[in-house]
């Protein structure tokens, strides 16, 4: 089994009103020093542009491999960051995991819909999207059809909701065994 790289940033990047202490990036973020959480100005009513230039200049931030570990808007947010800067930064980023992708194309949420359309071109590097059979925000079919359209290999979790907090997942040790996978 080959070694983390020590010189490795996981950048975390939370979807809308940000991950909470109870949520499994908030737990993973204390236990491991490798991730970073991009720290958005307004987690409430988040703007397309605001979120991508933030996420594009804690990418730039990292001195090494970067590995982008989002949740539901955060998905969003990496897929337009990637067709918006891939060609200046997709070196950089050795991997992603994109879970709960949220399908902001239908969200009856009147502050995401600036998130719209949701990109649907190939991402640059290796990719994981993660799903629930029961997801609130986003089906199973629109989360495989996000992971075809980015490239990313598809894994479907069974019935845990949206991925969240209210999820039960605590550390959630299958999650973490898919960020080793990617970051190995």
């Known amino acids: 089994m080959t070694q ?9 990047q939370p979807g809308y009103q940000n991950s909470g202490p109870e949520h499994w990036q908030s737990r993973w973020e204390q236990q491991d020093g490798r991730l970073r959480r991009v720290q958005q100005a307004d987690w409430d009513e988040p703007l397309l542009g605001d979120w991508v230039a933030t996420l594009d200049k804690a990418v ?9 570990l989002a949740h539901s808007l955060g998905c969003i947010t990496v ?3 990637a067709a918006a800067h891939a060609e200046t930064h997709s070196a950089d980023i050795r991997a992603a995991l994109l879970v709960a992708p ?14 719209r359309p949701v990109p649907l071109r190939p991402l640059p590097f290796p990719s994981v ?15 495989r059809h996000f992971a075809d359209s980015w490239g990313s290999r598809f894994v479907e979790i069974g019935p845990f909701g949206h ?18 996978e990617l970051t190995s």
């Not at 983390?4 to 975390?12: A, E, K, Q």
């Not at 605590?170 to 999650?175: L, S």
């Open 79 to 81: 897929a337009h960051w």
């Open 60 to 68: 730039a931030a990292c001195e090494g491999p970067v590995v982008l």
């Open 102 to 115: 949220a399908d902001i194309d239908t969200a009856d949420i009147p502050e995401l819909v600036n998130f």
């Open 4 to 12: 983390p790289t020590p010189d490795l940033t996981i950048l975390v």
């Open 163 to 180: 991925l969240n907090s209210a999820s039960g997942l605590g550390d959630w040790p299958e999650g973490r065994a898919l960020l080793a």
């Open 129 to 143: 999207v993660v799903a629930s059979s029961d997801d609130p925000w986003c089906s199973p079919a629109r989360s």
